[in-house]
């Protein structure tokens, strides 16, 4: 089946500028995740005392919570992004099923029938790469011991393979939701329907996901260089012997600096996300020549 990149792509970009209702669940997201940062360098004085690792055991009670609040924020953010990338793809799907407008609060609404199936499909993509990776890395340090580190350097090219293993995984989720969405399918049908779906269009979605994630990644380091410009001062007018103060500057610099541009960063978050989900909702769409909406697509999401 010939697939039009060019067509999914103008498609995507049409909805991502023309419907910025769809940019606020990923802005809030981004929001959250973005927390972490600021609250790792408030609490935790171990940045800020390098050149004194006795006070780093004085102060070991805001290490630990410091790390506590973003472990917790790490797991409340994985039902947020969740619900974040159902909100644009359900979006998609209604958009090319003829309606015409969408709002925020009946996309929440038609969002809540799915979510529990969508943080599933999270859930086992997300909890099933954790568990192959650590089992990896579990391999390649008992390895380790008994070569003296040349098995680690010799499992190497292996460990590249998993970048290319990731990438079709993430496609696999990303069909997955899509399946949810469009055609109303439990968590297990859905994944099996998006694995089949991969399978017989390998090409497109890695082709796909390196104009996603390859495209993604070199905006969002531009984007992210602002937030670098206090580091680099830092660097360049770093004397031969760094003191604790110099630290400590830098830390409170950095913190400002990250909310202040958090806003700015979340807003091209937000465009991303729903640019990337409405990518995927039309490739399974287009994909599977999907026409109908879902079952339970709920009409009062229209305006």
């Known amino acids: 089946m010939k697939f039009d990149f060019g067509e999914v792509l103008t498609r995507a970009a049409q909805i991502t500028w023309k419907y910025k209702t769809l940019w606020i669940a990923g802005i809030v997201m981004s929001l959250i995740s973005f927390i972490s940062a600021p609250i ?7 940045f800020s005392s390098l050149t004194d690792p006795s006070e780093v055991n004085r102060q070991l009670p805001f290490i630990l919570l410091a790390n506590g ?6 797991i409340l953010s994985i039902p947020v992004y969740a619900f974040g ?8 799907v209604q958009l090319e099923t003829g309606i015409e407008r969408v709002n925020l609060g009946g996309l929440i609404r038609g969002v809540l029938p ?8 999270v859930l086992l993509v997300w909890g099933g790469t954790f568990l192959v990776m650590m089992i990896f ?3 390649i340090g008992f390895v380790s011991i008994f070569t003296l580190g040349i098995g680690a350097l010799c499992m190497f090219p292996v460990f590249l393979l998993f970048i290319p293993l990731a990438i079709l995984v993430y496609a696999v989720m990303e069909q997955g939701v899509a399946a949810v969405f469009v055609d109303n399918l439990s968590v297990s049908s859905a994944l099996q329907r998006a694995w089949e779906l991969v399978k017989k269009n390998l090409g497109v979605m890695v082709l796909l996901s390196v104009i996603i994630y390859l495209g993604s990644a070199i905006v969002g380091m531009i984007i992210s ?7 680099f001062g830092f660097i360049f007018n770093l004397g031969s012997e760094p003191d604790v103060q110099s630290f400590e500057r830098l830390s409170r610099t950095m913190i400002l600096w990250m909310l202040a541009f958090s806003p700015f960063y979340a807003v091209f978050q937000g465009i991303l996300l729903t640019f990337m989900q409405s990518m995927w909702t039309l490739t399974y769409m287009r994909l599977t020549r999907s026409t109908q909406p879902s079952q339970l697509l709920p009409v009062e999401a229209t305006s």
């Open 137 to 139: 890395m579990a391999c």
């Open 69 to 74: 609040l973003i472990l917790l924020l790490t």
């Open 225 to 231: 260089i602002p937030v670098m410009i206090p580091m």
């Open 114 to 121: 799915y979510f529990w199936r969508i943080l599933g499909i």
């Open 85 to 92: 990338m159902s909100v644009p793809s359900l979006g998609t």
């Open 40 to 46: 790792s360098l408030a609490l935790n004085p171990s």
